[in-house]
């Protein structure tokens, strides 16, 4: 299975400045489309999973424009660029080239 | 409002089995793939199962091959997973979460993403004795 990597595992994040999230996996995540096969999610507390970005940078629909997904082949980042107060959570990436889909351990956000 | 509702969770003993189901609403159930993702209550995500959009293909994680099954129900636009010979090390919550494609092309080929774009709320399993 890919192991996915993520660091830090605790974020603490002062409002209106940026963020970031590092998600190393296994293997590399390039498809032979050229497109990374990873997505990032925002688990707030008590609910569940949310998407952010899908296909390494894509955002998902109703995500601001703030949260920005990069990176290729192992590395991969999550920049928010000025994080406001309802951002906090626990972060994920995931990768879907392989079965079984594989997430990180999780990155939790906190204000600081 | 596009919605899954998962239900069936409650206490089993270890050796038990129980049955879970996730009610869709608000789009076309029978034209996604499915998914049970299940977290260790203060832990990370597992993806524990898929089921095609038909219901032909299945999918399995090894740690609950053989002991789960997933199901699905068009007409109901309901899921289901049957789960058997439960340990200690199923206990989480469960949540099931549709998958959206993302089409894109390469030269003269589409190709398709599949993400998991909606999540129910979950439903909490606890194998306990």
């Known amino acids: 299975d890919i192991v996915m990597t993520q660091s830090p595992l605790s974020l603490p994040v002062t409002p209106g400045e940026p963020a970031s999230i590092s998600c190393r996996s296994s293997?590399?995540?390039?498809?032979?489309?050229?497109?990374?096969?990873v997505d990032w999610y925002l688990q707030k507390p008590g609910q569940p999973p949310q998407l952010l970005i899908y296909?390494?940078?894509n955002r998902a629909s109703g995500v601001p424009d703030r949260f920005s997904g990069s990176g290729s082949g192992t590395d991969f980042t999550l920049k928010i660029s000025r994080v406001e107060a309802e951002d906090v959570g626990v972060y994920y990436c995931m990768q879907s080239l392989q079965s079984p889909r594989t997430f990180g351990q999780g990155t939790k956000a906190e204000i600081k | 409002e596009v919605q899954l509702v998962e239900s069936g969770g409650g206490l089993v003993k270890p050796g038990g089995s129980l049955r879970l189901s996730c009610a869709a609403s608000g789009f076309t159930f029978s034209s996604h793939n499915i998914n049970w993702v299940r977290q260790v209550p203060g832990k990370g995500l597992e993806w524990v199962s898929s089921?095609?959009?038909?219901?032909?293909?299945?999918w399995y994680a090894d740690s609950v091959k053989g002991r789960f099954t997933i199901s699905r129900d068009n007409a109901e636009s309901s899921l289901h997973l049957q789960m058997n010979s439960l340990t200690a090390d199923d206990t989480a919550v469960y949540f099931c979460?549709?998958?959206?494609?993302?089409?894109?092309?390469?030269?003269?080929?589409?190709?398709?993403?599949?993400?998991?774009?909606?999540w129910g709320k979950g439903t909490a399993v606890t194998v306990s004795s």
């Open positions: 089921i095609s959009d038909s219901g032909r293909y299945k």
């Open positions: 296909l390494g940078s």
């Open positions: 979460a549709r998958e959206t494609f993302y089409d894109f092309w390469t030269g003269d080929y589409r190709n398709y993403y599949y993400y998991m774009d909606v």
């Open positions: 293997q590399s995540l390039l498809h032979s489309t050229g497109y990374n096969f």
